[in-house]
């Protein structure tokens, strides 16, 4: 193949591009501004663009998916501490020695009514 018949092959491709090209610059209203040379000139700015544009969409759709993940987390960890508060302040209120008693009464168990007494064991009798 010579020059010509691949000048002739890329034509069509060419025309194809530039129409293209051109209905895109007219769409955005900036064909008056900026031409099929200029933006075939300037191809990998325009490309380096579009690519930062895609990573910042990509980045804030990342950043609001983490932000509401994180709320999600901090509502459950706020109905978690309320559950353990309150189950806390239960099991205080059961622990004390009058509650106690009212609760082993049935059982025939009562409290005592002189201190507990201290037994000494002298080394080597339990040997």
Do not use: C
């Not at 020059?3 to 008056?32: C, H, W, Y």
């Not at 544009?53 to 309320?82: C, D, P, S, Y």
């Not at 099991?91 to 201290?118: C, D, V």
């Amino acid at each position: 193949m010579t020059e010509e018949e691949i000048n002739i092959e890329q034509a069509p491709t060419q025309n194809k591009l530039q129409k293209m090209v051109e209905s895109v610059l007219r769409v955005f209203g900036i064909d008056d501004f900026i031409s099929y040379a200029q933006v075939i000139h300037n191809f990998l700015f325009v490309v380096a663009i579009v690519f930062i544009g895609v990573i910042e969409i990509f980045n804030t759709h990342m950043a609001v998916r983490l932000n509401r993940g994180i709320n999600k987390k901090q509502e459950t960890i706020k109905e978690l501490r309320w559950e353990y508060m309150t189950v806390k302040t239960e099991m205080n209120q059961k622990s004390k020695q009058s509650e106690l008693q009212k609760i082993l009464e049935p059982y025939g168990l009562k409290s005592l009514q002189e201190p507990p007494k201290k037994i000494e064991v002298k080394k080597g009798t339990l040997e």
